[in-house]
């Protein structure tokens, strides 16, 4: 293995102090952030707090979280019991030859130069594990873990749902561990350590890190730079595309409802497709309530957060 143990498993049981050496490198859960891959962090997000300009996200109430911890030994359990192979918790490695590049794994399979990653998913993640699928962001992670270990192979099990057990075995992809290397390296050394801020992307995390970053309340005018005015042709242009396209779908939603009729359930093959009546909503006239109760008004009346909100 050409990789060192820098916190064992028993050091890892203090949460603090494991969170503090999340941040010395890039760890696999990192990898499909920079790839571009994530659904929940974007890299911008990533940036921040690599470079300690807010504190991770407190996952520790996650519900999510707090059952893949939970389950993580029964998951591995379960694997060992329909594989024969036997696994073991090693800690934290640093990669020898790239030291920005950490794991923490979930077990190493003995007798074998190989790892397990275990997860959890609910039931509606079921088809994202069909067939020889892996999500993208665990088959990043576990070529991260394998350019880190040296590991020839990965295999992930997980358990969907509470009650459906699937495991998989991912193979070493040198090509894609190269890419892998390439891209961390570059975010570690440029935007890490050398402070150069990423791009941004349209993930509804970078815009939440920017709205934080940005609170506002600077009411002076600024002239933009020219490259606003390219940014702001490019978004009339999607949003006329966008347009077309919400067109287009409708059009072939009134094709379906045409060959529906009266009919509220109808069957394309495998797809269901459904038109039914619903009841209207119920809705308060706040602008007669307050003006009739506004005793009654104000006492069930709730202020939101403010939030900046961006216009064209």
Request: with cysteine; charged share 30%.
């Amino acid at each position: 293995m050409n990789a060192k143990l820098i916190m064992t498993v028993e050091e890892m049981k203090d949460r603090k102090a494991w969170e503090k050496l999340r941040n010395i490198g890039i760890g696999g859960s990192d990898a499909s952030i920079i790839a571009g891959l994530n659904r929940w962090k974007s890299p911008f997000k990533l940036w921040q707090e690599k470079t300690g300009q807010v504190e991770p996200e407190d996952l520790s109430d996650n519900e999510c979280v707090y059952w893949g911890n939970v389950h993580e030994q029964a998951v591995a359990n379960r694997f060992t019991e329909l594989t024969g192979l036997k696994v073991k918790k090693c800690g934290t490695l640093q990669s020898l030859d790239y030291p920005f590049m950490i794991a923490n794994v979930d077990r190493l399979v003995v007798g074998e130069n190989a790892g397990l990653e275990c997860k959890t998913a609910n039931g509606f993640k079921a088809k994202e594990w069909e067939g020889d699928n892996v999500p993208d962001s665990y088959y990043l992670q576990c070529q991260h873990y394998m350019a880190v270990t040296g590991c020839e192979k990965w295999y992930i099990a997980c358990l969907i749902g509470g009650n459906h057990f699937v495991q998989k075995e991912i193979p070493r992809n040198e090509e894609d561990i190269t890419a892998l290397i390439e891209a961390e390296k570059a975010f570690w050394e440029d935007n890490v350590k050398g402070g150069i801020m990423p791009d941004v992307d349209g993930s509804k995390s970078c815009s939440q890190a920017l709205a934080e970053r940005f609170p506002g309340g600077v009411t002076d005018s600024i002239t933009l730079p020219k490259e606003a005015d390219e940014l702001l042709a490019e978004i009339d242009e999607l949003n006329e595309a966008a347009d077309r396209i919400k067109d287009q779908i409708e059009s072939k939603k009134n094709g379906i409802k045409l060959m529906l009729g009266d009919h509220e359930i109808a069957y394309a093959g495998e797809r269901k497709v459904t038109w039914k009546t619903q009841a209207g909503r119920v809705t308060v006239d706040s602008k007669k309530l307050k003006a009739e109760m506004p005793d009654v008004y104000e006492k069930y009346s709730k202020q939101g957060n403010p939030i900046r909100v961006f216009k064209i």
